[in-house]
Nanobody, 123 residues
Framework: QVQLVESGGGLVQAGGSLRLSCSAS????SSWTMRWFRQAPAKQRELVATISSGGGGRSTYADSVKGRFTISRDNAKNTVYLQMNSLKSEDTAVYYC???????????????WGRGTQVTVSS
């Protein structure tokens, strides 16, 4: 079973920066597509950023965070990061890590979620 643990959230002033980390269990991390989602109070969960599998994973971003957030991965550490700069109050949300891939032994697809980490941006 794939487990994901997020860390790095906290309280930051508008204009500040935070780096979120998501540590994953599993033997084939490098083959998984990794995503960051966020959910603000009374809002639906939204996709923030995606990084494809492999060492040179291609990344995509929601329009609302382009130019401010950067997703990256370190396959040797089974970790994906979300560097968040120029934070705004509207970035306040619980941020969730998501993994999608294939179980090696069974070749069954899977998707896993972390429990989330709170990011609060004060204006």
């Amino acid at each position: 079973q794939v487990q994901l643990v997020e860390s790095g959230g906290g309280l930051v002033q508008a204009g500040g920066s935070l780096r979120l980390s998501c540590s994953a269990s599993g033997r084939t991390f490098s083959s998984w597509t990794m995503r960051w989602f966020r959910q603000a109070p009374a809002k639906q969960r939204e996709l923030v950023a995606t990084i494809s599998s492999g060492g040179g994973g291609r990344s995509t971003y929601a329009d609302s965070v382009k130019g401010r957030f950067t997703i990256s991965r370190d396959n040797a550490k089974n970790t994906v990061y979300l560097q968040m700069n120029s934070l705004k109050s509207e970035d306040t949300a619980v941020y969730y890590c998501n993994a999608r891939g294939v179980i090696v032994d069974s070749l069954n697809p899977f998707t896993s979620w972390g429990r989330g980490t709170q990011v609060t941006v004060s204006s």
